[in-house]
C-alpha cells in the first residue's frame, strides 16, 4: 500500500517518525516471531539433528569401544538385514505396538468422551487419569511382573478361575507381548484420554444443542461430531502413540529385571533394547547406529502409514 492511498492523517504519522523509529517497528513485526521461536530450534538442532547426523556418520563404519574406526559403507546395513536377532525385535516391536496402541486409542476415546460429560467431582476424576503416568515405570514393572507371574500370580489366577492353565508370561512370546502392552495401556490411556478430552472442549456446544434439537441421540452426537471434529486431536494422538510404541524401551526392559536380551530367547526385544544391546554391552556402535537408522526409517513409515489412515476415517482426501 503507497502513502498516496493512505489518509492523511495516517500519512502525516508515517512521515513524522523517524527513520530509526521506523526499522525498528519493522524489526518487531518480522524479526520477532523469528526470534521468539528461535530457542525451540537451536536445542531441537544441538539434541536432535546433530544426534541424528552423528549416527548415520558412525553407521557408515566399523566403530568400536576399542577405538577402531574403519570404513565399512553399508556393510552394518547389509549385515542387519540378514541378522534374525534385529528381524525378530522387529516383528516383536510391531506385534507389541499394534496390540498396545489399537486398544488404547478406543479406550482414551471413550473414556475422554465419558469426562466430557457433566458429573460430579469431575475435575478430581480428570485429573486422577494422570496418575498412572507419574508412576515410576520400575514401580509399574515391579507390580506387573507380580500380576504376570507364572504360578501365583493374579492373572493366571483369575484365567484358572475360568478353566485356562497357568501361562508363563515371560517365556512365551505372545503371552509376553499382551503382558507388556497391557502394561503400557495402563501408563499411557490416561494420558492420551486428557488430550482427547483437550480437543473435545475445542468443540462448540452449539452444535450438540442442534442435533439434540433435531432428534440426535448421545451416541449418534458422537460418531457424527464429535469424531469429524476431533480429527486434528486424533492426527496428534496416533503419531505421537507411532513413535512412542515403535521406540518402545522402558517397560520391556524392566518387564525382564532390567536385561536388554528380551527374554531368553528374545521373544519380546524391541528394536530399541537391540540398539542398546550392541550398543553398550557389545560395544558395537557402528552396527548399533545402522539400527537406530532403520528404526528411524521405520517409524517414518509407520507414522505416515498412520497418518494416512486416520485422514481416511476422518473424511479428509
Same mark, same amino acid.
Given at each position: 500500500m503507497s502513502l498516496d492511498t493512505l489518509p492523511r492523517a495516517?500519512?502525516?504519522?508515517?512521515?513524522?517518525?523517524?527513520?530509526?523509529?521506523?526499522?525498528?517497528?519493522?524489526?518487531?513485526?518480522?524479526?520477532?516471531?523469528?526470534?521468539?521461536?528461535?530457542?525451540?530450534?537451536?536445542?531441537?538442532?544441538?539434541?536432535?539433528?546433530? $544426534?541424528?547426523?552423528?549416527?548415520?556418520?558412525?553407521?557408515?563404519?566399523?566403530?568400536?569401544l576399542t577405538g577402531t574406526v574403519e570404513w565399512a559403507g553399508l556393510g552394518n546395513y547389509t549385515a542387519l538385514l540378514g541378522d534374525d536377532d534385529f528381524w525378530r525385535?522387529?516383528? #516383536?516391536?510391531?506385534?507389541?505396538?499394534?496390540?498396545?496402541?489399537? $486398544?488404547?486409542?478406543?479406550?482414551?476415546?471413550?473414556?475422554?468422551?465419558?469426562?466430557?460429560?457433566?458429573m460430579r467431582f469431575r475435575l478430581a476424576l480428570r485429573m486422577s487419569v494422570l496418575l498412572p503416568l507419574v508412576t515410576s515405570v520400575v514401580a509399574v514393572a515391579v507390580v506387573f511382573t507380580q500380576l504376570f507371574a507364572r504360578d501365583w500370580g493374579l492373572v493366571n489366577w483369575l484365567l484358572g478361575m475360568v478353566g485356562v492353565d497357568n501361562t508363563n508370561?515371560?517365556?512365551?512370546?505372545?503371552?509376553?507381548?499382551?503382558?507388556?502392552?497391557?502394561?503400557?495401556?495402563?501408563?499411557?490411556?490416561?494420558? +492420551?484420554?486428557?488430550?482427547?478430552?483437550?480437543?473435545?472442549?475445542?468443540?462448540?456446544?452449539?452444535?450438540?444443542?442442534?442435533?439434540?434439537?433435531d432428534?440426535?441421540?448421545?451416541?449418534?452426537?458422537?460418531?457424527?461430531?464429535?469424531?469429524?471434529?476431533?480429527?486434528?486431536?486424533?492426527?496428534?494422538?496416533?503419531? +505421537?502413540?507411532?513413535?512412542?510404541?515403535?521406540?518402545?524401551?522402558?517397560?520391556?526392559?524392566?518387564?525382564? #529385571?532390567? +536385561?536388554?536380551?528380551?527374554?531368553?530367547?528374545?521373544q519380546f526385544q524391541t528394536v530399541a533394547m537391540f540398539v542398546y544391546k550392541e550398543a553398550f554391552r557389545e560395544f558395537d556402535y557402528g552396527y548399533a547406529s545402522a539400527a537406530a537408522w532403520l528404526l528411524f526409517l521405520l517409524i517414518l513409515i509407520g507414522a505416515a502409514i498412520n497418518f494416512a489412515f486416520v485422514r481416511r476415517i476422518g473424511g479428509t482426501k
Amino acid at each position: 500500500m503507497s502513502l498516496d492511498t493512505l489518509p492523511r492523517a495516517a500519512r502525516s504519522n508515517h512521515r513524522a517518525r523517524p527513520p530509526g523509529r521506523r526499522w525498528r517497528s519493522r524489526l518487531d513485526v518480522k524479526a520477532m516471531p523469528y526470534f521468539l521461536v528461535s530457542p525451540y530450534f537451536l536445542l531441537f538442532a544441538a539434541f536432535g539433528l546433530f $544426534p541424528l547426523a552423528f549416527t548415520l556418520y558412525y553407521s557408515l563404519y566399523d566403530y568400536d569401544l576399542t577405538g577402531t574406526v574403519e570404513w565399512a559403507g553399508l556393510g552394518n546395513y547389509t549385515a542387519l538385514l540378514g541378522d534374525d536377532d534385529f528381524w525378530r525385535a522387529t516383528v #516383536n516391536t510391531l506385534a507389541m505396538f499394534i496390540i498396545a496402541t489399537v $486398544p488404547q486409542m478406543l479406550l482414551a476415546l471413550f473414556l475422554a468422551n465419558a469426562l466430557n460429560k457433566r458429573m460430579r467431582f469431575r475435575l478430581a476424576l480428570r485429573m486422577s487419569v494422570l496418575l498412572p503416568l507419574v508412576t515410576s515405570v520400575v514401580a509399574v514393572a515391579v507390580v506387573f511382573t507380580q500380576l504376570f507371574a507364572r504360578d501365583w500370580g493374579l492373572v493366571n489366577w483369575l484365567l484358572g478361575m475360568v478353566g485356562v492353565d497357568n501361562t508363563n508370561w515371560r517365556a512365551e512370546r505372545v503371552p509376553s507381548w499382551i503382558a507388556i502392552a497391557t502394561m503400557v495401556d495402563w501408563r499411557w490411556t490416561g494420558y +492420551n484420554a486428557i488430550i482427547f478430552l483437550a480437543g473435545m472442549q475445542t468443540i462448540p456446544r452449539d452444535l450438540y444443542e442442534a442435533a439434540s434439537i433435531d432428534g440426535a441421540s448421545q451416541r449418534r452426537q458422537f460418531w457424527q461430531i464429535t469424531l469429524p471434529m476431533l480429527r486434528p486431536t486424533m492426527i496428534f494422538v496416533v503419531l +505421537n502413540s507411532t513413535i512412542g510404541g515403535l521406540t518402545l524401551f522402558s517397560e520391556p526392559m524392566t518387564f525382564y #529385571n532390567g +536385561n536388554p536380551d528380551g527374554g531368553s530367547q528374545g521373544q519380546f526385544q524391541t528394536v530399541a533394547m537391540f540398539v542398546y544391546k550392541e550398543a553398550f554391552r557389545e560395544f558395537d556402535y557402528g552396527y548399533a547406529s545402522a539400527a537406530a537408522w532403520l528404526l528411524f526409517l521405520l517409524i517414518l513409515i509407520g507414522a505416515a502409514i498412520n497418518f494416512a489412515f486416520v485422514r481416511r476415517i476422518g473424511g479428509t482426501k
